[in-house]
């Protein structure tokens, strides 16, 4: 007698099949959920780090218009977040101490530098604000400084002494890690903007730059960028 095949239960295997596609489109559904709030925030980050450039080129603006109205020119390198200040406002060829009408430029801009980190618009939006001293490529010889990497140095501490001095709140203005904001540099002819082969090359080459670093990501928004971005690129 010809033995039976046995037969699989049929409903339960429809009902088994169904639930797993039950599963798979909940957990899907649930993964759509989660890239979709991360793509949101992905947006918000991308806007934010955009806004930094925007931003820091409203504050640079914003400092040379104050000073433009006493009567002082400064340069601004909006790409790089820089004002700059040459030389000869500030110093005599070869040394560092701040001449009179240095004084005044320094007095103003640290009075427009202390509103403008105070002011709602800027407040908690910069990391650093670097005083940062250069010098042409001309070896220094007057018998006070042993290199440029001194004269730089020097001069741009006797520019934030000179301006803290002026303003000293700005001494005790900290970012939002707690960190003083201002520190200072000196890069002898480290850094040119111009080539030194040439008399006003190395005239423009001699300069005081106040460079502004705004408030980086945090590693949260650094991770919902990069989740985001893998998410996106697979």
């Known amino acids: 007698m010809r033995r039976r095949t046995p037969q699989l239960d049929s409903p339960a295997q429809d009902t088994f099949t169904i639930s797993i596609s039950d599963l798979m489109s909940g957990l899907l559904a649930i ?17 934010q780090l955009t806004q930094n450039d925007v931003t820091r080129e409203k504050l640079l603006t914003f400092l040379q218009t104050e000073l433009k109205r006493e009567g002082i020119e400064v340069k601004v390198d909006a790409s790089h977040g820089i004002l700059r200040i040459s030389e000869g406002v500030l110093f005599d060829v070869g040394l560092a101490d701040v001449k ?8 103003k801009l640290g009075e427009a530098l202390e509103v403008a980190l105070e002011a709602e618009q800027f407040k908690g939006r910069v990391e650093t604000i670097f005083i940062e001293g250069h010098t042409d490529n001309v070896p220094i010889s007057n018998g006070i400084f042993p290199s440029n990497w001194e004269l730089s140095t020097k001069r741009a501490i006797n520019t934030w002494l000179t301006m803290s001095g002026a303003n ?47 408030a980086p990501p945090t590693e949260e928004d650094k991770s919902i960028v990069n989740f985001v971005r893998e998410e996106l690129t697979r």
């Open 31 to 47: 993964f759509i959920l989660v890239l979709s709030y991360f793509i949101l925030n992905f947006s918000e980050k991308t806007a």
């Open 100 to 107: 009179p009408q240095g004084q005044v430029v320094i007095k």
């Open 168 to 214: 000293p709140k700005l001494a005790t203005l900290k970012n939002d890690k707690g960190e003083i904001i201002f520190s200072v540099s000196g890069y002898a002819d480290t850094r040119p903007i111009d080539p030194n082969s040439t008399e006003e090359g190395r005239r423009v080459n001699r300069r005081i730059d106040i460079r502004f670093s705004m």
